[in-house]
C-alpha cells in the first residue's frame, strides 16, 4: 500500500515536500495530480534506481521526485509554487518506467492522495 503525505496549505512562491511511502520490489514511482473538476494529471515519474526521471512541462524546473530505496520513500519537491498547483497528489507505482507524458492507466498501484492548496 502506498501512502502520501505532506501536503498542506503554503503561499504562492512557497515549498512544499510530499512524501511517498512504497513498498519494496523493482517499481517505478510517479507522481499525478488532480484538481476539482479536473482529470487526473501527470507530474513526474522516476525509474527504480533513481538515476533517470521525467517531469511534465509546467513542473521542470520547480518540481523534483528522488527516492530512498532503503527507507522505500519517494519525495517531491515543490518550489515557486503557484495557485494553478492546487490539487490532491498521489503517488503511484508502476513495474516499468515510462519516459513521456502518459495516464494513470500505467501504474498499478496507487496510495491516498495529499492534498496541496496553494493560496495567500
Known amino acids: 500500500q502506498l501512502q502520501a503525505s505532506g501536503g498542506g496549505l503554503v503561499q504562492p512562491g512557497g515549498s512544499l515536500r510530499l512524501t511517498c511511502e512504497a513498498f519494496g520490489g523493482h517499481y517505478a514511482m510517479g507522481w499525478f495530480r488532480q484538481a476539482p473538476g479536473k482529470e487526473r494529471e501527470f507530474v513526474g515519474a522516476i525509474n527504480w534506481s533513481g538515476t533517470d526521471s521525467y517531469y511534465e512541462d509546467f513542473a521542470k524546473g520547480r518540481f523534483t521526485i528522488s527516492r530512498d530505496n532503503a527507507k522505500n520513500t519517494v519525495y517531491l519537491q515543490m518550489t515557486s509554487l503557484k495557485p494553478d498547483d492546487t490539487a490532491v497528489y498521489y503517488c503511484?507505482?508502476?513495474?516499468?518506467?515510462?519516459?513521456?507524458?502518459?495516464?494513470?492507466?500505467?501504474?498499478?498501484?496507487w496510495g491516498q492522495g495529499t492534498q496541496v492548496t496553494v493560496s495567500s
Open positions: 503511484a507505482a508502476t513495474h516499468a518506467f515510462h519516459r513521456g507524458t502518459h495516464g494513470p492507466d500505467l501504474y498499478d498501484y
